[in-house]
Each structure stands twice: as structure tokens, then as C-alpha cells.
């Protein structure tokens, strides 16, 4: 902790004599610390600045840290856990592959075969990651939902995502809204809306198929009534609403309105009992 406040002190600048791999090897050990000065306040943004605003690490290096924060002992970490404190480790190392992510869509480094082991290892975290708590008072920022929307909105971005790739996505979107455990009250639902505001914006699909995806977010009401149920309606509901706020001001798709506005009011018993 003494040194990277005094790396941070200094700009980030390294001493002398001093390298990148006398710290990082402690940053990885440490990343999920129960401290949120440690984890938050000072890896992370070592992490930031090094890797994306001062580019200190080779494209050779960059692949040698990724294949460590997509092993066990980070980004899959106690994997399917809840309500314990492994889930730090998990989702400040996925804000380090966010970085690594963007790195490579800037300026692409990683061969096919090793991009699309990446896509499939961060579709499987936001699939098999349980623990969905935001903010907690013992350890501060948990937000996995948050930080793998984050992982999702650079993946889909990539030169490598094809259409493919941008359905599987919001395959996983769907399922992380319909997760049965969890009601997103930490602004992960605008985390999230981001992902598909992006695919739309830079329409990496045609509309009609994301418009086929939010009338299937309305699957949930015909579903038996459970707690299930209402946490898959709300947190579709929410991240509908948000991405509406956002495309209304820009799109010139009634289709999409529409199709934002039909499938709200169908999740929306509030609205439904009016009728």
C-alpha cells in the first residue's frame, strides 16, 4: 500500500532501478482485497493509468496479464459463491480486463483463436457469477453485474464481434436480468443499457433483430408468479426504460420506440392494471 500511494503521489512514475514486474505480481495478489483503499482507491488506478492512459505494457505483456485474470484464481475466483468476499477478486479483476479489452479494440493485439477464448471466458463469468450485490457497507464496491456489463460494452466493440458474437451477448444480458436472485439497485441497469445502446448506435446488427431481443424481455409475464418472476420483470423493466431515455433523444426508429414502449408496458403491472 506505501508504494502505490507513492507511485500515485509521484504520476504514476516509476523510480530508478524499478519495473513494472517488481508491482504487478502484488497488485494481482492483492486485487480483491477486503480494503477498499487497497483495491479501489490504489490498484485499480495503477492498473488505469499504466495500462490505458500511459501505455506501459507491451502487447507481449498485455497477453501474459490477461491469461492470469482469466484463470481460477481471479476472474473465476470462487466462481458461483455468494455473500462472501471472493467476489472482489472477481469483479476488480474483470474492471482489469476491461482495460485490456480496450486496449486490444484501439489497437488490436490478440490473434483470433486467443480473442475468441477471451469472449467466451467473459461470457461465462457474466453467466456463472452469483453473487450480484452492489455497494456494501463491509468492503465497499462488489457491482458484478456493473463491472461485466463494463467488460461487455468494450467486448462488442471489437473489430472480432460479429454478429454472432453481439446475439450472444445479449443472450447474456437476458439471463443476468432474469438471474432469480437479485433486483438491480445500484445503477447496473444503466451499466448494462449501455451495452445495448452501443449495438444499436453503431448498429453492429440489423435494428429488427434487437428489436426481436427487447419484445423477448416480456417472456418473464407469462411465467408463474414468483420472486423469480418479479426479479426477471423489474430488472428487464428498468433497463428498458433506461435505454429508451437515451435512444429517444437520437433514433429515428419508430420500430425501436415502439418496440421499447409495447414491451415496457407489458412488464409494468402498474400499467397493466389500468387497463
Given at each position: ?97 476491461v482495460l485490456i479489452v480496450r486496449r486490444h ?50 467486448l462488442v466493440q471489437c473489430s472480432e464481434s ?84 437515451r435512444r429517444d433523444q437520437v433514433s429515428r ?23
Amino acid at each position: 500500500m506505501l508504494d502505490l500511494q507513492r507511485i500515485e503521489k509521484e504520476q504514476y512514475q516509476l523510480r530508478e532501478g524499478e519495473q513494472l514486474q517488481d508491482f504487478i505480481p502484488l497488485m494481482l495478489k492483492y486485487i480483491g482485497d477486503p480494503d477498499p483503499e487497497l483495491r479501489d482507491n490504489l490498484i485499480y488506478p495503477t492498473f488505469y493509468t499504466w495500462i490505458h492512459e500511459k501505455n506501459k505494457l507491451s502487447e507481449a505483456e498485455l497477453r501474459s496479464l490477461l491469461a492470469v485474470l482469466l484463470n481460477e484464481e481471479h476472474l473465476f475466483y470462487a466462481i458461483g459463491s455468494q455473500n462472501d468476499q471472493s467476489v472482489f477478486t472477481r469483479t476488480f479483476t474483470a474492471l482489469a480486463i476491461v482495460l485490456i479489452v480496450r486496449r486490444h479494440r484501439q489497437q488490436p493485439f490478440l490473434d483470433l483463436t486467443e480473442f475468441q477464448h477471451l469472449k467466451d471466458e467473459i461470457l461465462r463469468y457474466y453467466k456463472e457469477e452469483k453473487d450480484l450485490r452492489g455497494y456494501l457497507e463491509d468492503g465497499g464496491w462488489a457491482h458484478s453485474a456493473a463491472h461485466g456489463a463494463d467488460m461487455l460494452v468494450e467486448l462488442v466493440q471489437c473489430s472480432e464481434s460479429d454478429a454472432a458474437v453481439q446475439v450472444e451477448v445479449l443472450a447474456a444480458i437476458q439471463s443476468m436480468l432474469y438471474n432469480g436472485i437479485h433486483i438491480f439497485n445500484e445503477e447496473e441497469d444503466e451499466r448494462i443499457a449501455t451495452i445495448v445502446d452501443v449495438i444499436i448506435e453503431k448498429e453492429f446488427i440489423p435494428l429488427q433483430d434487437v428489436v426481436h431481443w427487447i419484445n423477448g424481455l416480456a417472456q418473464c409475464v407469462d411465467l408463474p408468479r414468483s420472486r423469480q418472476q418479479v426479479i426477471a420483470r423489474v430488472n428487464s423493466k428498468n433497463v428498458l426504460r433506461c435505454l429508451y431515455f437515451r435512444r429517444d433523444q437520437v433514433s429515428r426508429s419508430e420500430v425501436l420506440l415502439t418496440a421499447m414502449i409495447s414491451t415496457e408496458q407489458k412488464l409494468n403491472k402498474f400499467a397493466e392494471s389500468k387497463k
